[in-house]
């Protein structure tokens, strides 16, 4: 009913900046709110930024002064600015989104697949 779609990723060395992008399509009726997860291999998966449809953005610590998160509500899309990338930067990095599909004031989280980011030198 609903699919995210996330890309952008790639290979940067140290220093580098990337930016990821994550559409949204299907029976969406609104977004509430939209996300950035990551996960490296061997660890858990954690929040990196989220945002909520009129703004108010929030960031995990390591992400503070280095990453920004937006959205543009009419387009359905959630982007991820990251500069200054480290090695410890490398995951997986995976969009989430809490949206209603139907005329119930209600929500679900959908999950994209993910876009790798590796920074290495």
């Known amino acids: 009913q609903v699919q995210l779609v996330e890309s952008g990723g790639g290979l940067v060395q140290p220093g580098g900046s990337l930016r990821l992008s994550c559409v949204a399509s299907?029976?969406?009726?609104?977004?509430?709110?939209m996300a950035w997860y990551r996960q490296a291999p061997g660890k858990q998966r954690e929040l990196v930024a989220s945002?909520?449809?009129?703004?108010?953005?929030n960031y995990a610590d390591f992400a503070k002064e280095r990453f920004t998160i937006s959205r543009d509500n009419a387009k359905n899309t959630a982007y991820l600015e990251m500069n200054s990338l480290s090695p410890e930067d490398t995951a997986v990095y995976y969009c989430n989104a809490a949206v209603q599909t139907g005329p119930i004031y209600s929500s679900r989280p959908y999950w994209g697949q993910g876009t790798q980011v590796t920074v290495s030198s």
């Open positions: 299907g029976n969406i009726v609104a977004i509430y709110a």
């Open positions: 945002i909520i449809s009129d703004g108010y953005p």
